[in-house]
């Protein structure tokens, strides 16, 4: 397998109008920094949506695909900057995230799909806009003159939260949306400091069992529905450089995600080493449809609505976000 480097002049378009997974810049290295040892893949991941991988890793699917992958827990903010500079080989950002790296010329693609914005096997997507309980709004139009926390501005989280308010007729211009971190949302809540917030779990199912009211569920399904919500990633310059090993990865990620939608109950204990959750949380954690293909054309909705709301300037290539 071959680790090209690629040019420093890519750190600074790393930043602003990064989505779900920031795309935020950070120091550069050459290749001898890697992680990763001669034959070894280090892999930067980040969300329970990368439970079904990291399971795969555990069962030993990626080394029966020749595969030598080793997982190294990443900041939100590091997976694409640790990528570009060579210190890992893959990493993982959402599929709106991938669109604005393209929009911003980074040299990134998607290797394979992990989950798409729908609901997964358990009827859930794993997150959902929250209201305190009592609440009177019941409707997305009722989010009109009223303030809903996200985690991150800018981000699929804000964009759908807008759409779904325009598609029930209201006006999404006067709903404020403001950054409120996950852990930070009960407290908000409960304050009146923000009206209503889309939050994923753990978080979500924690204020649900605490009393917080789903008024009309997930915005971000309702949106971006099958676009792809968590992907695999690598610099296109590696993508081209080892076609065999992209191919080896994708048959890897389809054959993890056939196992965890099997039994979904094997993705507890990987909720529990990798992400820390209590056994109680991770028995309840939601986790989106689980999706190993991936294809320029299923980044079409997410192209309009971010042209949409200033997500990226103009629509992107899609044929280049998608490794070949």
């Keep these: 397998m071959t680790r090209p480097s690629v040019a420093r002049k890519f750190f600074g378009a790393l930043g602003a109008g990064a989505l779900v997974l920031a795309l935020a810049a950070c120091g550069g290295g050459e290749d001898s920094d890697s992680a990763a040892t001669e034959g070894q893949l280090t892999w930067s991941y980040a ?10 890793i555990e069962e030993g699917i990626f080394e029966k695909h020749g595969i030598d992958l080793v997982a190294e827990e990443a900041a939100a903010t590091d997976l694409v900057g640790a990528l570009i500079s060579g210190k890992v080989d893959l990493s993982v950002n959402t599929g709106p995230g991938m669109a604005v790296a393209a929009g911003q010329n980074v040299p990134v693609v998607a290797v394979s799909g992990v989950t798409t914005f729908e609901e997964g096997a358990t009827g859930s997507t794993g997150s959902a806009l929250v209201v305190p309980a009592g ?15 996200v985690n991150l501005l800018k981000s699929a989280s804000e964009f759908g939260v807008r759409q779904v308010v325009a598609d029930d007729g209201g006006d999404d ?64 310059e590696w993508a ?34 990798y992400f820390k959750m209590k056994p109680e949380v991770a028995e309840a954690t939601q986790i989106n449809k689980l999706e190993a293909g991936i294809s320029p054309a299923s980044f079409a909705t997410i192209n309009d609505v971010l042209v949409r709301y200033d997500g990226i300037a103009e629509p992107i290539d899609v044929e280049q976000v998608v490794a070949k």
């Design 47 to 56: 969300l329970p949506d990368s439970a079904p991988v990291l399971l795969g």
């Design 135 to 149: 609440s009177d709004i019941k409707a997305p139009k009722d989010l009109e003159g009223r303030k809903v926390g």
């Design 173 to 236: 211009a006067l709903v404020e949306i403001v950054e409120v971190p996950f852990p930070a949302v009960a407290d908000a809540l409960a304050s009146g400091d923000i009206d209503a917030a889309l939050v994923a779990d753990p978080f979500m199912t924690q204020l649900i069992d605490g009393g917080a009211e789903v008024p009309f569920g997930d915005p971000i399904e309702t949106v971006f529905a099958d676009s792809p919500r968590l992907v695999m990633t690598s610099t296109r």
């Design 240 to 273: 081209d450089a080892n076609p065999d090993t992209v191919d080896a990865l994708r048959d890897a990620v389809a054959e993890s995600i056939e196992l965890a939608d099997e039994d979904p109950s094997k993705l507890i204990p990987i909720y529990e080493k």
